[in-house]
């Protein structure tokens, strides 16, 4: 295993969390306008710092159980967003991302989804990659589909967040299928 990773995609790099990025990270994990579509409720500052130590210290596991990195635009070291592959299952990972609110729209998420499952498929030799996803985030459902995710199903009050129970729809990609 490299360490630490970086990966470059056409408008993102994904790269390992520092502490330095505190900031950043607690402006999207600390938005209400970003967290309302995420498995969890906004954090604070000390969640955020815990989040990132976190992911610090599991990048260092050998074998590691995720890539849990930070996304950058090409051009600007400023973390933008995170995504995540964790591994479950036989060569299965599930992927997950979010992106700050005043980055929306411009294709960041698109593109650190499209690159973080291609790097999962063609260097970590994973089969089967599946995201779930709040019903009411069109947005992102939209993206999923267009990358060439399929529907599989309704996972029945999945998250606790917000202060509700709340369905996610269940997509996948096989590796055979990705088509990056």
Not at 88 to 117: F, H, I, N, P, S
Request: charged fraction near 25%.
């Amino acid at each position: 295993m490299t360490y630490p990773i970086r990966i470059v995609g056409d408008k993102v790099v994904l790269r390992e969390f520092t502490p330095g990025d505190v900031d950043d990270v607690l402006g999207i994990i600390g938005d209400n306008k970003v967290t309302a579509w995420l498995s969890f409720d906004s954090r604070s500052r000390d969640q955020a710092i815990d989040m990132i130590e976190g992911a610090v210290e599991r990048a260092q596991h050998e074998p590691r159980t995720e890539y849990y990195l930070a996304v950058t635009k090409r051009d600007n070291d400023r973390v933008i967003g995170f995504a995540r592959i964790g591994f479950g299952g036989v060569q299965a990972g599930k992927l997950g991302y979010a992106v700050a609110a005043e980055e929306w729209g411009r294709g960041y998420a698109t593109d650190a989804a499209r690159t973080l499952t291609t790097y999962a498929f063609a260097e970590l030799g994973l089969h089967r990659i599946s995201a779930a996803i709040g019903p009411e985030n069109a947005a992102s459902i939209t993206m999923v589909e267009k990358l060439g995710f399929t529907r599989e199903g309704v996972l029945r009050d999945h998250v606790f967040t917000n202060g509700a129970w709340r369905d996610s729809v269940l997509y996948s990609v096989l590796a055979h299928e990705w088509q990056p």
